[in-house]
């Protein structure tokens, strides 16, 4: 796996257990808003083990954190035994970490299931908690191509079928190359369903001899003699080549038809075994157009049509301009696709490396971007012009509510993005969209693509809170935009000192008795929110209560809630949609006004 690889899995991991635990990671570490006694008395001892064995897992790292209470870690000792001492009483998260292992929070029963807040009580000496990891899957078969022959150098991506604003999308979870067998082995993968994918080698040596081949048959015939008296058969006397196409596993041009592939924590699936069929091939040529087109080195990538976001894997072929913004794609298989460039000035043109932009500034060069669809035949296709269009900002002014407005320097400090909801989650190779806030309270982003946008504001001025950010009476931190070929204005994003309304109250099963163990959902009536399953949502969250059944859901938005508790974890991908609809008939209604906490007791749900 390339360092990439391994950065886009690692961070991939990473949003899948944050985004199970919800956007109030300080919920977690305090489920009720009391602070730490002054005292630290406390100890506690406990080990790591393995989820599905019980065996002990050394070379584990145990932290425990709370608010106000600065994160301690230790390794466990041989026997996987930990113990922290001298801790304050107060409400803390507790969390086992290990390579190639996931889970290991305090009461977590399942890989992605969704830890509890850890309490101590004063002068507590609690002894044989035991926290869970669970190994990471993987995936394991073989590319064959025509003739049964073993490929080699193939790649083969593990795509992981991922709740992403609102819809399904497929995210690369993790890639290698076959090796001299054309055997592959995909690891570190968290539990859930994925797609897999063949891609045969796309060095530039390759895609050299393949154009040069396909645009002069007698190079091409030259090749097939020689291959002929090496006793490799006799030579094709079509002059057009063959090579493997993308295949989605197990056979098939687009994702929609693949066959999803589960993995379970510690899982194996073998006999993940492609089957290559070789197709003739062409050669597709074009320009890259516009009145800001860079001087060469522009990537352009060819991806099957209707793929929903600019940087999905299923990447046909990618190709380079030349100075005057010519490119050529060698080697495509017969299909639909569509040519895409998109050009972030902090990424650089995908060639190049990018420009060093300051922190806390925007880059002087446009956001580019272009999309053009073309049907790939049996024929060469030459004359492909990609007009590019600069990105879209979004600008407007804070307000504030409450107090003096924050001193400018605490304005410039404000972190501001897009968030793109038709996008993969950020992680090494995701852009960023980034947005400046100036000393005088006005705001404007980067351009962007055409798409939906989710509003994100992060390092907000202490004692500050983020009401809403409205554009003509929406809601751009809850609700997306759609963004156009037009720069959306007039953006009024409001900042208060009020804290936030809060819905709080305790978890009982029917005996009456706290249930701890339960998992406690809160999501918006509107529908419209639903599109935000993201990390960072504000009105489509998961809780776990604290020992005594208290629990508790601070900043929430005005508006009308659902909120139920359910026994043990939340079922898998609970933010779908088809599953929301079904909560919403066992849920309790709660209506937030701006702020005040609302207390609201609740029965596990059957």
Partial sequence: MTSSAKA????????????????????????????????????????????????????????????????????????????????????????????????????????????????????????????????????????TGDGNEPLVGVEVHALRHSLIGGGWHLIDAGNVTTDDRGHFRIGNLPPGDYALIARPPRTREVSLLLSTLAANPAAAADVMTAATMSGHGDPELDPRMRDYPLTVFPLGAAADRATLVAISAGGEQTGADFHLKSARIVRVTGMVAGDSVPSGGVSVRLVPAGSASESTPLEAAIAATDDEGHFAFSGVTPGVYDAIVVLNPFQGNGVAPPPAIPAGTLPADPTLWGRTPVTVALTDFSGLTIQLHKGSTVSGRLSFDGADPPAAQDLAQIGLRLDSLDQPPPAANAPVWRGRVEPDGQFRTMGVPPGRYLLRLANLPRGWNARSALVEGHDVLDWPMEIGEHDVAGVTIALTTRPLAAITGTVRDGAGQPAPEST????????????????????????????????????LPAGEYCVLAVAGDPPPNWQDSALLEGLMRRATRVHVDVSGVQTVDLEVSK
Avoid at 33 to 55: F, K
Wanted: hydrophobic share 45%; net charge positive; proline share 6%.
């Fill in 8 to 143: 886009f899995a690692g961070s991939a991991l990473l949003l899948l257990t944050v985004a199970l635990s919800g956007a109030h990671a300080a919920q977690q570490a305090g489920a009720a808003p009391t602070p730490s006694s002054v005292t630290a008395t406390a100890q506690i001892i406990g080990s790591v083990v393995d989820g599905r064995s019980g065996q002990p897992l050394t070379g584990s790292v145990v932290t425990i954190a709370g608010r106000g209470v600065a994160a301690r870690h230790v390794v466990v000792d041989p026997s996987g035994r930990f113990v922290f001492r001298d801790l304050p009483a107060g409400n803390f998260s507790l969390q086992a970490t290990k390579a190639g292992y996931v889970g290991g929070g305090f009461k977590q029963q399942q890989a992605l299931g969704l830890p509890a807040p850890f309490e101590i009580t004063a002068d507590a000496r609690l002894a044989d908690l035991t926290l869970r990891l669970w190994k990471l899957g993987v995936v394991d078969g073989s590319v």
């Fill in 520 to 555: 406690l959902l809160i999501f918006a009536v509107d529908r419209t929110a639903w599109a935000d399953t993201g990390p960072l949502s504000r009105r489509l969250r998961a809780s776990r209560p604290i020992r005594s059944g208290t629990y508790y859901f601070p900043a």
